[in-house]
Structure formats: structure tokens, C-alpha cells
């Protein structure tokens, strides 16, 4: 794996021995790494530790404050006897299904609306303001006029997750889009390239990249828009989980839901991650190599 | 101030009457291009340009810095449109990007997302050939200019000389009666350049381009070209032209050696070396003030 071993793999001259010096810098390299890993080690145990100890001595009320040891059992008493209010699985499902349906929706008005108004100086002119307005409205206020309007169902959910998302699709998306390089565009319009290949062989390509980075950031808020829109009521999800384990003061409960979450998030990342490296295959190179 | 765009229609030019067909395969008469400044004033980057290029002419334009290279060639291209004068191309006048023309831009303008033979085969595909036959003269292009092999890859895989390569198979698919480079190989290492001067001349020479080739060293204007036109320092325009009488099929580090070629050079620098300074000076005094 090493770009050491395939420079001599290249090199005409059979594999010579590593000098004493390179041999010394291959040795402080690899402890470098051990040390690096054994710091992240740490770090966690330190933090996660503390607070079971301080749980446990009683410098830190685990009534309020909950324990890890708790919370690793309450994750483990959902996940095999159910939640009080139903099966763990449900939950997670109807807040997965909230959050990306909510994505689905945000990314799709997000990128067809910010390239479009990439693309067309007058409608950029025209409702760039209210577009601006629109974002500076804090979304979980949105969220109470949602419930109320849909109801408690999943719409409200999807709705408010969708307000989120829109926003960061779209301005990265309209970035992208006048962020493309003129040469390219130039160098199509020579080639013969007319105003539908333009946008769709040369402006949605180029503005890819931006749009593909934004998606990162907004499943993440497509999550927070199920899981605060499930907050402020609903029936199911984790969301509706956090505020019945805060209804009875039951700290390890959201905790667990929090954990859940981060599981969720985590595992969702690497998924879009992964489409990434499907949907823009000439990038591969420089993101691997900076792995 | 008069709006430079409308009054070209309607004034009949005699000069503008006497480009037709059969004439030049480019041709300028008397062109001006200025642009607003961010301050309101205007800054005329060409004025007062008028010259032809025959039909497999290969003519160099040399000049210092800030002299209205570029811009002649995006006039010429249809990127720009002149504020006054008309340059014409095939005998048309020039109004937008035209066909018959191809580009080679100064930084690399090849399609980052695409593979090289996706890239070479775009031309085609958007003057609408079929993919089968685009891929196939592709493949074609993608041979003649040494990069056999490498179709799969993506120009981020490529070295810049490379990238350089698939640039120029990319426009001379097109088979323009125009081929217009903005200090193409400036970016290249000296060995490479080289290398790609004389793959250029030998590509040109197998078809009947007219080629405008804009570069600020004056070695490879005379190595290259059948004329080289010295443009003054801004507001820029036309100094000189010279004829280089060098015999061709030409080998671009052998002709150096040449004693005509250092004849031309020391004639030629002469004059460039005036305006260069004159260009130095000014932006002297631009940073004093």
C-alpha cells in the first residue's frame, strides 16, 4: 500500500535495503500512528470514565445526569424488550423514513431550483431576496405552524426537514452553477455546444462537486428536522422517543435516543460517501490519495 | 457617450464591404475593443487593429503583457464582440461562437469529469455525429496525438503535457478552418514544450488551418509561425509584421540554431523590447500613483 514499495516496485534496479536513516524515520513514523491512536483512545476513555466514576461516587447525580453503564442498558433493554412505546425498530424506521423522504424532496427542489437560478441572472435577481428571508427564518419555529397545518403525522415531520434541507441544497447548487469555471464553459461554446448541452453536459457536471459536498451536511439536517418535528409532538420516532424519556426524567433515556442517532447519522454519512464516489468517478483519484 | 454596438450596423464601413469570400481566411478591419473599468472610465485594450491571416497561414502574435493578445482572439472567436470594426472569419462576420473555429486556451479547459475519450469525442457529438462515429474518430484523434491507451483515464490522471495533448485532439477533431492557442504550452516545463511545439507543427501541417498562436516568447513565435505581428503596449494595436522566411518542414530546436533565425529574433526584439519597456514603465507609474 505504500507509495514507498510501489516507487521501488517501478524502478528499474532491483530493491535496494533501507538505510539505516529511512529505516530510523519508517520506525518514529509507525509510533507516531500508535501514539496518535492511543491519544483518540484515551480521550474517550477519559471522558466516558470520568463520568461513570462521578456517577457512581455521587459527585454528579446520575438522576440527572445519567451514566453510561444506564444508558448501555437502556439501548440494550429497547433493542431486545421494546421501548414503552413500542418496538426500538419502529422508531428508528419512522424517523429514517421522515428524514429521507425530507432529503429526497430538499435536495431535488433544491438542486432544480438553485440551477436554475444559477443559470438565469433575472429570476436570480428577482427572488434571490425572499430566498434570503427565507432562510433567515428560524426553522423550528416552523416546525410549531407545521404540526400545526399537517397534524402530528409524518408530513409535519418531513415538512419541516425539507425547509432545511432546501436551503443548503440550493445555495450550494447556485454556487456551483456560477462558480463554473468560464474557461470550460468557453472552450463547450467553441466545440459547438448549444444552451441545453451547456447546462447539462457542462454546468451540472461542474456544480456537481459543490452539490454532492452539500449533501453531507444536509442529511444531518434532514435528521434534525424529523427528530425536532417528532420533538414538538408526534406519535413515533425518535424524536417523540428523547421527549418521552425527558417527560419522565429518565436522563439514560435520552441519552440512549441520542446515541441511537449519532448511529444513524454516522451510518448515513457513509452512505452519501459512498454515492459520492459513485456520481463523480474523476475525483476518486484525489480523495484517495488523501486518505 | 455613444453606444459603441448600435452605431456599427448602420454606418457603412467601405473597408468592412471589401472582405467576401475567397478573401482571407480571417480578417479584422479596424477593430477597437474597449471595457468599463470598475472606476467608469474605459480601458481600450485593442484600437485601430486591421491584418489578415491567409488561408494555412500560421501567424504569431507577440507582445508585452497587457497588450490585447487574448482579447484579439476572443474577437476573433465570437467570445467578444468588438466595440468597433468587424473582425470576419471565412468571410462572415463575426458574431458568436463559430464553427469553424477551435480554441486551445491558456490554462486547461478539458472537461475534468470526463475520461479522455469523452473529452476528445465532445466536439463531435455536439455538432452531432453519432456516438458510434464520435468515439471512433476519437479513438483516431486520441492515437494521432500519442495517447493511445489512455482513453479510460480522467484528465486528473494526466500529467499537464498530457492534459495539453488531449486539449489539441479535443479542437482539431473539429477540423477548424481557424485554430486560434493563447500561450497554450506556457505552463509546460522547457523539455515538454518542445515536445509539443513540434507535435503542433506537424499536426498543423497535415491540415489547412489558419492558426493564430499568442505567446509572449519570441523564440517560439519565429520557431512556429510564417509571420509574426508585434502588438504595441496598451491601448494596444498592431506594430509591426514580420515574415519568417525559415524553411519548413521545421524542427523548432534545430531552426534555433539557425543563423537566419538569429538575424529575425535580434530584428524583431528590437521593436519588442521598446514597447516592453514602455509597458514596464507605465505600470510604474501605476503602482506610484
Known amino acids: 500500500m505504500s507509495g514507498l514499495s510501489n516507487k521501488s516496485g517501478l524502478s528499474p534496479r532491483p530493491v535496494e535495503a533501507l538505510t539505516a536513516e529511512e529505516q530510523a524515520a519508517e520506525v518514529a513514523d509507525r509510533r507516531r500512528a500508535r501514539l496518535e491512536r492511543f491519544w483518540q483512545g484515551a480521550i474517550f476513555v477519559f471522558i466516558v470514565g470520568g463520568w461513570e466514576i462521578s456517577a457512581r461516587t455521587g459527585v454528579a447525580d446520575p438522576f440527572f445526569f445519567g451514566q453510561p453503564s444506564g444508558v448501555i442498558a437502556t439501548i440494550w433493554r429497547w433493542s431486545t424488550r421494546g421501548t414503552p412505546q413500542g418496538p426500538l425498530w419502529q422508531h428508528v424506521v419512522v424517523t429514517l423514513e421522515e428524514a429521507v423522504l425530507a432529503f429526497c424532496i430538499g435536495v431535488v427542489i433544491g438542486v432544480v431550483a438553485g440551477f436554475a437560478l444559477g443559470r438565469n441572472r433575472m429570476l436570480a435577481a428577482a427572488f434571490g431576496p425572499y430566498i434570503r428571508m427565507g432562510n433567515a427564518i428560524p426553522r423550528v419555529i416552523l416546525g410549531s405552524i407545521f404540526v400545526i397545518w399537517l397534524g402530528l403525522d409524518m408530513a409535519s415531520k418531513v415538512a419541516l426537514g425539507v425547509t432545511l434541507v432546501f436551503f443548503i441544497v440550493f445555495f450550494n447548487a447556485f454556487q456551483g452553477v456560477r462558480e463554473v469555471d468560464p474557461n470550460l464553459v468557453n472552450n463547450a461554446r467553441l466545440l459547438g455546444a448549444g444552451p441545453r448541452q451547456l447546462s447539462f453536459d457542462v454546468m451540472l457536471p461542474a456544480a456537481l462537486g459543490w452539490i454532492i459536498s452539500s449533501l453531507h451536511t444536509s442529511f444531518g439536517f434532514a435528521l434534525v428536522g424529523a427528530v425536532v418535528g417528532e420533538f414538538l409532538g408526534a406519535t413515533h420516532g425518535l424524536g417523540y422517543l428523547v421527549a418521552s424519556a425527558q417527560g419522565a426524567f429518565n436522563a439514560n433515556g435520552v441519552f440512549a435516543a441520542m446515541a441511537i442517532l449519532s448511529v444513524v447519522a454516522l451510518i448515513a454519512d457513509f452512505l452519501v460517501t459512498r454515492l459520492e464516489r459513485r456520481l463523480t468517478p474523476w475525483r476518486q483519484t484525489a480523495t484517495r490519495s488523501s486518505l | ?289
Open chain 2, 1 to 289: 457617450m455613444p453606444n459603441p454596438g448600435r452605431g456599427r450596423a448602420e454606418i457603412p464601413n467601405p473597408a468592412v464591404a471589401a472582405v467576401g469570400q475567397g478573401g482571407p481566411t480571417i480578417a479584422l478591419r479596424d477593430v477597437m475593443k474597449r471595457f468599463r473599468t470598475s472606476r467608469g472610465d474605459f480601458y481600450v485594450a485593442v484600437h485601430s487593429l486591421t491584418f489578415d491571416v491567409a488561408g494555412g497561414e500560421f501567424c504569431a502574435i507577440v507582445g508585452p503583457t497587457g497588450s490585447g493578445k487574448s482579447t484579439t482572439l476572443n474577437l476573433i472567436a465570437g467570445l467578444d464582440t468588438p466595440s468597433r470594426g468587424q473582425a470576419f472569419v471565412l468571410g462572415q462576420p463575426v458574431t458568436g461562437p463559430n464553427a469553424g473555429v477551435g480554441y486551445m486556451f491558456q490554462t486547461d479547459a478539458v472537461f475534468p469529469w470526463k475520461n479522455v475519450l469523452a473529452n476528445v469525442a465532445t466536439g463531435p457529438l455536439y455538432r452531432g455525429a453519432g456516438r458510434e462515429e464520435a468515439v471512433r474518430r476519437a479513438r483516431e484523434w486520441i492515437g494521432r496525438v500519442g495517447l493511445a491507451g489512455f482513453g479510460d483515464r480522467y484528465p486528473s490522471q494526466l500529467s499537464g503535457g498530457m492534459r495539453k495533448r488531449v486539449a489539441l485532439a479535443q479542437t482539431l477533431i473539429n477540423e477548424p478552418a481557424v485554430l486560434l492557442m493563447d500561450e497554450p504550452f506556457a505552463s509546460l516545463d522547457v523539455q515538454t514544450r518542445t515536445m509539443m511545439e513540434n507535435e503542433l507543427l506537424e499536426l498543423w501541417s497535415g491540415t489547412s488551418a489558419s492558426v493564430v498562436f499568442v505567446t509572449h516568447d519570441l523564440e517560439e513565435a519565429i520557431a512556429l509561425a510564417d509571420r509574426v505581428l508585434v502588438f504595441t503596449a496598451a491601448p494596444a494595436t498592431l506594430k509591426r509584421s514580420y515574415e519568417i522566411d525559415l524553411p519548413r518542414p521545421r524542427n523548432v530546436t534545430e531552426v534555433r540554431f539557425d543563423p537566419r533565425f538569429t538575424q529575425l529574433y535580434e530584428h524583431i526584439w528590437q521593436d519588442l523590447r521598446d514597447e516592453a519597456v514602455i509597458a514596464y514603465e507605465r505600470s510604474l507609474q501605476q503602482v506610484r500613483s
